[in-house]
């Protein structure tokens, strides 16, 4: 490693920067002080002037006088080649990235959210990994509580769900508006007639809690009308919700997208629920950091395609 000394010397400049790296590295290019000079678009009275400062800083010659210019002293040629490796750092630093090449990405994205997520984009998503970026791994995991910390952290690359506003750290995307739809097996007792909010109530209902706690959107809009519904069964998972129905006589109310995807070639009808459910933003939580990465902003362009062609 370069021993970077700092030493007082007239000047007040006891450390090496840049602009003497760059001065050293064409002296011992060119081993001539006005060729240097050139080199680097100074005077020669400047590329002079840099010399003293380096060997004051390196406390060594560094270049003395020789028939056809200057000679490197050993430590002058000892210190070359990691002045060179610095100084082709900074500028990789410096260096503007070129365009992404989606088919040249390696990289494993972990996304965090309920199940719904994995249901409803994971699969078109990776269509679209698979023929644009066959490198790039998804690792999908639930989130039940807070997941700031875990974007904060890099443990999470991206969230995706109903949240509340974000901090000032974390930037929110929407990907879509969703509503409610009610589930039922085909040839249930009540799809014959009307579905009354009453005859609504007093079906058994299937509840998805990933928590295990609490109501939902459906137990506000019947308290509202001071109704109360039967929570028959409680699950954790989506998942299990059309084979819960498919096999009872309960009700589930889902959203309408999800629904869609889960009775596809199942015995299952999807009907409007016979009282006004509020609906909910699904939205993309990333931490500001990720906004100037190449690849993270890619593939968030990508997931804001695929919820863009989600079928209401």
Do not use: Y
Request: hydrophobic share 45%.
């Amino acid at each position: 490693m370069i021993d970077i000394v700092v030493m007082s010397d007239i000047d007040g400049h006891g450390a090496l920067d840049l602009a003497l790296l760059r001065a050293f590295d064409a002296l011992l290019g060119e081993r001539h002080v006005t060729r240097a000079a050139r080199r680097l678009n100074i005077t020669q009275s400047a590329a002079s002037h840099a010399l003293g400062r380096l060997r004051r800083v390196l406390g060594d010659p560094l270049f003395v006088r020789g028939p056809h210019g200057v000679v490197p002293t050993d430590r002058a040629i000892a210190l070359g080649p990691e002045v060179r490796s610095l100084l082709d750092r900074v500028e990789r630093l410096g260096r503007s990235p070129g365009p992404l090449d989606p088919t040249r990405l390696e990289r494993t994205f972990t996304l965090g959210g309920a199940d719904f997520m994995e249901i409803l984009l994971l699969p078109p998503l990776v269509r679209r990994l698979t023929k644009e970026a066959p490198m790039v791994n998804l690792s999908s995991r639930p989130i039940t509580t807070d997941s700031e910390p875990e974007l904060e952290s890099g443990a999470l690359d991206m969230a995706i769900g109903v949240f509340r506003a974000p901090s000032a750290r974390l930037v929110s995307r929407k990907l879509f508006e969703e509503s409610f739809v009610c589930m039922l097996r085909r040839g249930h007792p009540a799809l014959k007639g009307r579905m009354t909010v009453e005859r609504f109530a007093a079906l058994s209902h299937v509840l998805i809690s990933p928590r295990g706690i609490g109501g939902g959107a459906v137990d506000d809009a019947l308290a509202e009308l001071g109704l109360k519904r039967r929570v028959a069964i409680r699950t954790a998972t989506f998942l299990a919700a059309p084979l819960l129905v498919a096999e009872t006589d309960c009700v589930v109310t889902l959203p309408t997208r999800v629904a869609a995807v889960m009775a596809r070639g199942r015995p299952l009808v999807l009907v409007p629920p016979p009282v006004r459910v509020a609906g909910f933003t699904v939205s993309m939580l990333f931490h500001e950091r990720a906004k100037s990465d190449p690849a993270h902003a890619w593939l968030r362009a990508r997931m804001i395609d695929v919820a863009s062609a989600l079928r209401a």
